[in-house]
């Protein structure tokens, strides 16, 4: 995500949450590879679940596999694509912390780069970000047929990004509900929490960030169920 991206993201996500378009899940992509159980072995040592090999005929191959915690596959084979060897480049994998994700990866005997960061006006830095922002550290690795991947470190998802998909994203959702919660009944009047609760996680899913869907929730809160937080 290009700097400029970053400065927009807000607006362009708000025109996305009034689109309502057509559900569609991204769920596989296809690598280019020359040697397919290389391959096989290559992301096997990943720790990547196998998800199937299989020879729909006697002249292709097709095996997926799945990052942990991925909603995405991977798809490589033989007879079934013309793509040049290792012409997928920059593919992304988001990491909650990149040097323990890094670490991981040299563990299973992967070679993968240093650590760098985006730097406003300044572009590629050497080194973790200084804050640790979400989108900013990276680092990057590729498989025996020259496919690259990019480490990414999110902790905290542009508007827009939030999508319940699984109960471990649902129940991470409602960790993050109850702490802001908690932050609103220590201030506001006897209420439901429940209600708070709706509208909070409601914006979250629209694509608000934290700060904003709790104010979302504080004014749904008193324009509608008539719980005010008095003013200092």
């Known amino acids: 995500m290009t700097i400029a991206q970053q400065h927009t993201s807000t607006t362009t996500a708000a025109q996305a949450a009034d689109a309502k378009a057509v559900p569609a899940r991204f769920e596989v992509t296809t ?10 072995a290559f992301y096997q040592r990943l720790g990547w679940r196998l998800d199937i090999d299989f020879k729909p005929s006697p002249a292709t191959r097709g095996v997926q596999f799945t990052p942990p915690g991925s909603g995405a596959s991977i798809q490589f084979g033989s007879g079934a694509t013309t793509m040049t060897q290792g012409s997928l480049q920059g593919l992304f994998l988001v990491v909650d912390d990149i040097v323990a994700a890094r670490d991981d990866l040299i563990s299973r005997g992967v070679e993968v780069g240093e650590i760098w960061h985006l730097e406003p006006g300044k572009g590629r830095v050497s080194g973790l970000d200084p804050e ?3 989108y900013f550290s990276r680092a990057s690795f590729a498989d025996p047929d020259g496919n690259t991947w990019v480490l990414q ?27 802001r919660h908690g932050q609103f009944e220590a201030v506001a009047p006897s209420h439901d929490w429940w209600d708070w609760y709706g509208a909070y996680m409601d914006a979250r899913q629209q694509g608000s960030t934290q700060e904003d869907a709790a104010k979302v929730a504080g004014r749904y809160m008193a324009d509608v169920k008539h719980v005010v937080v008095a003013s200092d």
Do not use: Y
């Open 31 to 40: 690598l280019p590879v020359a040697d397919v159980d290389r391959a096989k």
């Open 132 to 134: 640790r922002r979400s």
């Open 153 to 179: 470190e999110i902790t905290e998802r542009l508007p827009g990004r939030v999508e319940m998909h699984d109960s471990g994203a649902l129940a991470q959702l409602l960790f993050e509900t109850a702490r």
